[in-house]
C-alpha cells in the first residue's frame, strides 16, 4: 500500500480562480501568441544580438526564409524596414485571420 504525503501534490500549481496572464503580441504580426512562443532574436546570435522577442513559429520560419543574417542585422530592431518586403507583408496579412496557434509550412527563399 502506497504511503500518503502530508502535503499536497498539487501545491505548486496556481489557484483555479486566478486568471492566466495576458497573450504577448507577436513582434513581427502582432497577434496575440498561443500556446507555443518562440523567443527570436531580431540580430541573430552570430552577428552579435543579444536581444529576443516573443514570436509565433510560423512567424519566425517567414523570416528566415526572407532574409539572411546580414540583412536581419542591418533592420534590427525595426519592424518596418522587414514589413517593408513584399513577400513578409503579403504573409503578415494572410495570416492576420489565422488562429494564434495556426501553423504551415513555409518554403524556403530562392538563393
Same mark, same amino acid.
Given at each position: 500500500?502506497?504511503?500518503?504525503? $502530508? ?6 500549481? #496556481?489557484?483555479?480562480?486566478?486568471? #492566466? #496572464? ?9 497577434? #496575440? ?9 531580431? /540580430?541573430? $546570435?552570430? +552577428?552579435?544580438?543579444?536581444? /529576443? /522577442? ?5 512567424? %519566425? %520560419?517567414?523570416?528566415? *526564409?526572407? =532574409?539572411?543574417?546580414?540583412?536581419? %542585422? ?9 514589413? *517593408? ?5 503579403? =504573409? /503578415?496579412?494572410?495570416? &492576420? $485571420?489565422?488562429?494564434?496557434? =495556426?501553423? &504551415?509550412?513555409?518554403?524556403?527563399? %530562392? +538563393?
Amino acid at each position: 500500500m502506497a504511503r500518503r504525503s $502530508k502535503h499536497d501534490p498539487y501545491d505548486h500549481l #496556481p489557484p483555479e480562480d486566478e486568471a #492566466p #496572464p495576458a497573450p504577448v503580441p507577436c513582434w513581427l504580426c502582432g497577434r #496575440p501568441t498561443g500556446k507555443t512562443i518562440v523567443w527570436h532574436h531580431p /540580430v541573430p $546570435k552570430s +552577428r552579435g544580438g543579444r536581444d /529576443v /522577442v516573443p514570436m509565433h513559429s510560423i512567424c %519566425q %520560419q517567414t523570416l528566415t *526564409a526572407n =532574409f539572411t543574417n546580414s540583412e536581419l %542585422q542591418r533592420h534590427g530592431l525595426e519592424v518596418d524596414g522587414l514589413l *517593408a518586403n513584399p513577400n513578409v507583408r503579403k =504573409f /503578415v496579412d494572410w495570416v &492576420a $485571420k489565422k488562429d494564434p496557434d =495556426f501553423t &504551415a509550412t513555409v518554403t524556403r527563399k %530562392q +538563393r
